[in-house]
């Protein structure tokens, strides 16, 4: 199937954004690819425009200028941890920012399809079922950063209604090279990394162990945002979609296969700043979806995700 002429990413510089930029390249060689980012350069885009999701005029002019096809919207405060810190600059940007794009697409660029990336974090309290949930689960976010997608994810749901172009990805938790040290398994490589440096003593702080979580290679992820720009025709119009593995992994195994990669002995100490005030203990996500409509499944091993996520990790604390 043909791709789309030309695809303008928001929050391209992110650790999502870069891995996308470098797989649509990949995918459509073709295309033109616009690349949002306030931090220069990103490698295989064709140019960088300076979207700001809180300046509503701007926003408008850059998106008629540029007409994409597609706009692939990763651009959000994403980190759980943050949005529990600041929750007001959490909704500022997910929400208010998001749903202003969607309208100057809707009014102004109707033939442009919205991609939107949404999150698993918005089914929430429906994991404690013990369940593996597919996209007719209840939303029951439990965090503020939950919270705003899952409030997002059905106001567009909604404009979609009102003719919005729109498609949208519920990723599960995403792991690879690139990630920062706000989410889980990238702490604890970055923490390794210190240790094996002697930047840090041998003592690593973490949250709840006793979790299990559905886990995918962000590779695999941006191998689900590019089938959909190849099927976007066929695609019922403002679909939800789930991209998970299927499979629930604990969280202190996935600690003790990083550790097992280190040259270090290292203690484990539980922090209590690290816990969440409200969590589930299980989350598994049903891909079926993805696969009927976008022929879509992980295909990365996980062992390889754990290895260049801590020698990334190795080659930033080092550098």
């Given at each position: 199937?043909?791709?789309p002429d030309c695809v303008l990413i928001t929050g391209a510089s992110g650790f999502v954004g870069r891995h996308l930029v470098a797989a649509l390249r990949a995918r459509f060689p073709a295309s033109r690819l616009l690349a949002c980012s306030r931090e220069g350069v990103v490698e295989g885009a064709d140019a960088i425009v300076p979207l700001d999701l809180e300046d509503r005029d701007g926003m408008a002019r850059l998106l008629l200028e540029a007409a994409p096809d597609a706009v692939v919207h990763l651009a959000a405060q994403a980190a759980v941890g943050a949005s529990f810190?600041?929750?007001?600059?959490?909704?500022?940007?997910?929400?208010?920012?998001?749903?202003?794009?969607?309208?100057?697409?809707?009014?102004?660029?109707?033939?442009?399809?919205?991609?939107?990336?949404s999150s698993a974090e918005i089914y929430g309290l429906s994991f404690r079922s013990g369940l593996t949930l597919d996209e007719t689960?209840?939303?029951?976010?439990?965090?503020?950063?939950?919270?705003?997608?899952?409030?997002?994810?059905?106001?567009?749901g909604e404009m979609a209604l009102r003719g919005l172009r729109l498609v949208r990805l519920r990723p599960f938790s995403q792991v690879g090279p690139g990630q920062g040290p706000d989410f889980m398994t990238a702490a604890f490589a970055r923490q390794i990394a210190r240790i094996e440096q002697g930047l840090q003593l041998p003592v690593m702080q973490v949250g709840a162990l006793e979790r299990w979580r559905d886990f995918m290679d962000v590779r695999d992820m941006c191998a689900a945002y590019a089938a959909v720009l190849e099927r976007a025709e066929t695609l019922p119009p403002g679909v939800a979609i789930n991209v998970a593995s299927g499979t629930s992994r604990r969280v202190g195994d996935v600690l003790q296969a990083l550790l097992q990669r280190s040259r270090m002995t290292i203690t484990v100490e539980p922090a209590?700043?690290?816990?969440?005030?409200?969590?589930?203990?299980?989350?598994?996500?049903?891909?079926?979806?993805?696969r009927r409509l976008l022929d879509w499944t992980p295909v990365r091993r996980w062992d390889d995700t754990l290895d260049e996520l801590l020698a990334d990790w190795r080659a930033r604390v080092g550098g």
């Open positions: 199937m043909a791709g810190r600041d929750p007001m600059a959490t909704w500022r940007v997910n929400v208010d920012g998001t749903l202003a794009l969607a309208e100057i697409i809707r009014t102004r660029l109707p033939r442009t399809l919205l991609v939107h990336a689960a209840a939303l029951q976010p439990a965090n503020p950063y939950a919270a705003s997608k899952a409030a997002v994810d059905v106001a567009l209590a700043h690290l816990q969440r005030p409200t969590d589930v203990e299980r989350v598994c996500g049903d891909a079926g979806l993805a």
